[in-house]
Nanobody, 119 residues
Framework: QVQLVESGGGLVQAGGSLRLSCAAS????????LGWFRQGPGMEREFVGR????????YYGDSVKGRFTISRDNAKNTVDLQMNSLKPEDTAVYRC????????????WGQGIQVTVSS
């Protein structure tokens, strides 16, 4: 069970950028696929993106493709989410998550952090 803690977030103007960071504890961080999810007001959880253990394979949800970028630093046990060209509909609580490469579900989750994009 890896422990995940998000940081960053806040209020940003539409069209602006924001960078979220997720710090993970444990020695096995490099073995995990890391993902970002979000849940907006009155909405269900939505997949944002994920990155494999080597950092060479990424995948993004359609709503953020081309605007958001996931990166990881295994030496520092962190995964970041760079968010550009932000829109009001990006407003949500963002959570990082972790799973092993062959697991179908993300089993470890951060507490979540608020991102609010104003018009």
């Amino acid at each position: 069970q890896v422990q995940l803690v998000e940081s960053g977030g806040g209020l940003v103007q539409a069209g602006g950028s924001l960078r979220l960071s997720c710090a993970a504890s444990g020695r096995t961080f490099s073995n995990y696929v890391l993902g970002w999810f979000r849940q907006g007001p009155g909405m269900e959880r939505e997949f944002v993106g994920r990155i494999n253990w080597s950092g060479g394979n990424t995948y993004y949800g359609d709503s953020v493709k081309g605007r958001f970028t996931i990166s990881r630093d295994n030496a520092k046990n962190t995964v970041d989410l760079q968010m550009n060209s932000l829109k009001p509909e990006d407003t949500a609580v963002y959570r990082c998550a972790a799973r092993t490469e062959d697991q179908p579900f993300f089993s470890s989750w951060g507490q979540g952090i608020q991102v609010t994009v104003s018009s």
